[in-house]
């Protein structure tokens, strides 16, 4: 049974410059409508539920939704969720006060992620990001003085035009918040976005593998735990919802483009807003694109995912590498140790994760 459910919210008062995401800028006149289509989508999909563990609300911009839209959503999945769930949401500190997150903890969140991405003007005006570094830091003393179980802060490096000295006043200026965790994510220009139809330069890779070793440093320095590839947390405060998707578990994603992956199969809602709010708002069926993971696929995927953690990979469960006599190269170069059906990557080879994947596997 499925045990951590998604919900995609994809509202936001503006797309950022990097932003690749299923997100509806504007159209908040919808809201209502769409809540309706969320929980008519979680009352159909709810055969393939046990007791839910985790529950994210992600987005867009989730906290466009308001508190008290997100309280009837929270209300309506309850009888489906265990007493001890973490129950996370994404959150822009623009969009919420001291009220709005005292409500969101009443209504049952109990993990709040925080999009900062920098604290250097420059770089946010780069990013196309509204908040500014006050209320970054406003919001995150609100969050914790309204009792979350676990504040988190999300942040980027390898911005166009990033230096050492901005790298280096993120970190000091993340630390100084005292937050529970701590993602850190290297920025990817994808195509589509802003960033890319202005021909913006990310730092080279020598920049990027050097802020990434800096970072790692100083964050497991002051007590972070590199428990994941870009994801930092006191101990204790992992996310137990991306936990379950490292360690490649179902999940239900509910909402427009939203994914789900059940029993080896992996399907997704449409991404138009209109299209999917008038599927739930009939008898007809949610128009899901399926793919079948085959047996190769789901070896593959286990690999690479569970070579993020930092724990040991059970190669039992995963299945052999594609080519197994690679685990022995990589040992004898430092990168990884296996024993007893046991793999793991050693501090070295966590740097270069990729590259070590590409060695032991026929798609990276």
Not at 188 to 204: C, N, Y
Not at 219 to 230: D, Q, S
Request: net charge negative; hydrophobic share 40%; proline share 4%.
């Amino acid at each position: 049974m499925v045990r951590h459910l998604y919900v995609h919210l994809p509202f936001c008062a503006s797309r950022c410059g990097y932003c690749a995401f299923v997100v509806e800028v504007g159209s908040l006149g919808l809201r209502d409508v769409y809540l309706d289509a969320l929980c008519e989508e979680f009352r159909r999909e709810q055969s393939d539920l046990g007791l839910l563990e985790t529950v994210y609300l992600g987005g867009g911009t989730p906290t466009l939704m308001r508190p008290h839209r997100i309280a009837r959503l929270l209300d309506q999945i309850a009888p489906r969720v265990a007493d001890s769930a973490e129950i996370s949401i994404e959150a822009n500190p623009e969009t919420v006060d001291r009220a709005a997150l005292r409500q969101l903890r009443a209504a049952g969140v109990t993990r709040i992620s925080i999009g900062a991405q920098s604290f250097q003007q420059d770089l946010l005006r780069s990013l196309e990001r509204n908040a500014q570094p006050d209320q970054v830091r406003d919001v995150v003393a609100c969050a914790q003085d309204a009792g979350f179980d676990s504040v988190s802060v999300d942040l980027l490096f390898g911005v166009p035009g990033q230096t050492h000295e901005q790298l280096v006043a993120d970190m000091r200026e993340v630390q100084a918040l005292g937050v529970d965790h701590i993602s850190w994510y290297e920025l990817e220009i994808k195509p589509e976005t802003a960033l890319s139809r202005m021909g913006a330069q990310v730092p080279d890779e020598d920049w990027a593998a050097d802020a990434y070793e800096a970072i790692v440093g100083e964050l497991e320095g002051h007590g972070y735990r590199w428990y994941e590839t870009a994801n930092f947390a006191r101990p204790g405060h992992e996310c137990r919802h991306s936990l379950a998707y490292w360690s490649a578990r179902d999940y239900l994603g509910i909402g427009v483009g939203a994914v789900s992956t059940i029993d080896h199969v992996r399907s997704r809602n449409p991404i138009d807003l209109h299209r999917y709010i008038a599927a739930l708002g009939s008898d007809d069926a949610i128009p899901r694109t399926r793919e079948t993971l085959d047996d190769d696929m789901v070896r593959r995927e286990r690999w690479m995912l569970g070579l993020r953690l930092d724990g040991p990979l059970d190669a039992g469960w995963a299945g052999p590498p594609d080519y197994p006599d690679a685990l022995g190269k990589l040992a004898a170069a430092g990168l990884l140790e296996h024993a007893d059906g046991q793999v793991w990557l050693t501090r070295r080879g966590r740097f270069v994760q990729n590259a070590v994947l590409h060695e032991l596997m026929e798609y990276a």
